[in-house]
């Protein structure tokens, strides 16, 4: 059965090498995925599936109902961009100014198409059903629990979730596939320190939230150093810095925004608990005072054991003279974690990294790019790890 289907993936290569081009060329961000959805539910309608759109605001569901009864399968794939000016010279690169797929969900959306073509055509053979989810916003860490909200688990419920991530870092041909947490919870935060205004050259007269700010950066670093079990991850990080509008003015406040990953609830609220704490004592110390928010936008990604040890051995089967299985963990953050919650799953990265590039250029920069060559690779393993819940093992696959 898999090797049937790892030949009908490799002959979708070029449909799928095209269709992530015409996407990576017209890229929509969070929740602005108009096209982008209309594309994914006119495939799945042509494929025949039960399709539901504007499910969380721009995320589309296709249904592929088997003919016999067994298990659901909810296969996810994000499909927005990020605000990015690409910088790129492709011919296929991003003709949208400020915007660009820098991520891979570009491919993301190619390869779950081509899952649901490829097991369309054996809907006659399915013992359960594939619940095919096309997620939008996923870079703001909104669009899963948009569409949880308006009923993307139910009717049915998924019994496994499954998905991947083209990860750009690792050479095609290498799969990471690891058992409990593999990407961190995120969480944003904010912090408005205020002081009193005044002139530069006469800092006495007033208080300097600048001054305040830059202690807050340092201190709050001792947070991952000095309370956390060094066997813990934690990562804290300032991304910006918001204040004044002059040279020679102490402006009367700052802000900072950054971020929070973690692995484990329990950091989650012992990080938040003494972060808070060291800003409002920092800022009480410099004569200041400070305002905290903190926003949860995700929990960490945990891949079920079961599951995980189950799809390593159909990625053996598929793939073993490509295939070579390593660790990855990753303190990047995504929402798929919202499918995983309550259902087993597994979300594994497939190496995609693009060895023409003149140097390595990662997720999130303007160079962003993968080998395409992962695409197929990509729609044999997911299409063979879904194909072993819903396929009998005598299918011979065609």
């Not at 899963?144 to 009923?151: C, I, K, P, R, Y």
């Not at 300097?208 to 990080?237: K, M, W």
Request: charged share 20%; hydrophobic share 40%; proline share 5%.
């Amino acid at each position: 059965m898999y090797e049937q289907i790892k030949l009908q993936a490799y002959a979708l290569r070029d449909e799928l090498v095209a269709r992530r081009r015409d996407l990576h060329q017209h890229p929509e961000i969070a929740f602005q995925e108009i096209r982008t959805a209309g594309i994914v539910a006119g495939e799945l309608n042509a494929l025949g599936l039960e399709v539901q759109t504007g499910v969380g605001k721009t995320g589309v569901i296709g249904i592929l109902e088997g003919a016999h009864d067994g298990p659901t399968v909810l296969v996810r794939a994000d499909m927005d961009a990020l605000p990015i000016q690409e910088q790129n010279d492709f011919d296929y690169r991003s003709t949208v100014d400020g915007k660009m797929h820098a991520c891979g969900h570009d491919g993301h959306t190619s390869i779950a198409l081509g899952v649901a073509k490829l097991l369309s055509a054996q809907r006659h053979q399915l013992a359960g059903r594939i619940k095919f989810v096309f997620q939008p916003a996923e870079e703001i860490g909104r669009g899963a629990l948009a569409m949880v909200n308006d009923g993307a688990l139910n009717d049915p419920a998924p019994d496994v979730t499954l998905g991947l991530h083209l990860w750009n870092s690792i050479p095609v041909g290498t799969i990471g596939v690891a058992d409990g947490p593999v990407m961190s919870g995120a969480s944003n935060f904010s912090i408005t320190i205020t002081g009193k205004g005044g002139h530069a050259a006469s800092p006495q007269t007033g208080i300097d939230p600048v001054l305040c700010a830059a202690h807050i950066i340092t201190a709050i670093q001792s947070i991952v150093s000095r309370n956390i079990d060094p066997f813990e991850s934690v990562v804290i990080s300032v991304t910006q810095v918001l204040t004044g509008d002059a040279y020679n003015i102490i402006p009367q406040s700052a802000e900072l925004i950054g971020t929070i990953r973690t692995f484990k609830l329990d950091i989650r609220e012992q990080v938040e608990q003494r972060f808070r704490a060291v800003v409002e004592n920092m800022a009480q110390a410099m004569a200041c005072t400070a305002t905290v928010e903190v926003r949860h936008l995700t929990k960490a990604v945990q891949n079920d054991p079961t599951v995980s040890a189950h799809v390593r051995e159909v990625f053996r089967t598929v793939a073993p003279e490509l295939v070579q299985d390593i660790q990855v963990r990753t303190m990047g953050s995504e929402d798929v974690s919202e499918f995983m919650t309550d259902t087993p799953g597994l979300y594994f990265f497939v190496g995609a990294r693009d060895m023409t590039q003149d140097a390595y250029y990662g997720h999130h920069h303007p160079r962003f790019s993968i080998d395409e060559d992962a695409l197929p690779l990509s729609v044999a393993l997911l299409a063979s790890a879904v194909a072993s819940y819903v396929l009998p093992a005598s299918s011979d696959g065609t």
